[in-house]
């Protein structure tokens, strides 16, 4: 098997991002594999999140249907849960903050309180609970607090 080993700087991070491929020179560049590996690096991501935060791995019948409709359940959350990230994300002044809130930390929180979310959209809400308190659930829970902690890896990888 014939590969190529490309590298590309990247200015904010200030440091080379190195891949190996097998994909030809003539077919993509080396901003384009860096582009591809950057979106695989996300699908990596929403398919763990799907699987660890909303039980994507936990389907547990051979009934098609089921199987079907627990895809869309976990896809729909995975967007309703995105959606309200990006949201409180935004609502932040603090730029330092916004960073902080990792995908799958949030997917932690937002799964844990749910069902004051479903019930406030379905407003059938009793009265103590209102959305500003929820926010204040997702803002403050959301948060993650090692996000400046120096990595066990990162040794290996500068």
Known sequence: MHVRLVATYNCTEKKYHIYITNIQKDVLDVNDIAKLYGARWEIELLFKELKSGYAL??????????????????ILT???SKRLHN???NSLVDAEKKVRYTQLLWSKIFTSNIL??????????????VFETLMRVYISQGLDPHVNRKRFRAQWVE
């Open 87 to 89: 949201f409180v994300k």
């Open 57 to 74: 791995d936990e389907i547990d019948t051979k009934n098609v249907q089921i199987i079907s409709a627990f895809i869309w359940t976990s």
């Open 116 to 129: 004051d979310l479903l019930i406030l959209l379905l407003k059938n809400c009793d009265g103590k609970r």
């Open 78 to 80: 995975l967007i309703v």
